[in-house]
Nanobody, 112 residues
Framework: QVQLVESGGGLVQPGGSLRLSCVGS????????MSWYRQAPGKQRELVAG????????NYADSVKGRFTISRDNAKNTVYLQMNSLKPEDTAVYYC?????WGQGTQVTVSS
């Protein structure tokens, strides 16, 4: 079955960086559009970034443009989210998604 496993979350100070990873299995990763979402407490889940199958096309939420970078390594069935210049408002559970399948999420907390 399709599975997504995220890792890399944690507690970081404002201005810091984290890199999230998501390993996919049970599907043809190299043919799949991949995306990252996040959900903060009391808020709806929102799209953070997406990446095309070969990585040549990406899109970002306005709130993270210039700070976050999505990338993928099809040889490793992995999609990444590099997050720099983190702000307290980036605090959320971050989810990886492929088609209708979600990962379990990884918590990112930005706080001093």
């Amino acid at each position: 079955q399709v599975q997504l496993v995220e890792s890399g979350g944690g507690l970081v100070q404002p201005g810091g960086s984290l890199r999230l990873s998501c390993v996919g299995s049970g599907f043809t990763f190299s043919s799949a559009y991949m995306s990252w979402y996040r959900q903060a407490p009391g808020k709806q889940r929102e799209l953070v970034a997406g990446i095309s199958v070969a990585g040549g096309s990406t899109n970002y939420a306005d709130s993270v443009k210039g700070r976050f970078t999505i990338s993928r390594d099809n040889a490793k069935n992995t999609v990444y989210l590099q997050m720099n210049s983190l702000k307290p408002e980036d605090t959320a559970v971050y989810y990886c998604r492929v088609s209708l399948t979600w990962g379990q999420g990884t918590q990112v907390t930005v706080s001093s």
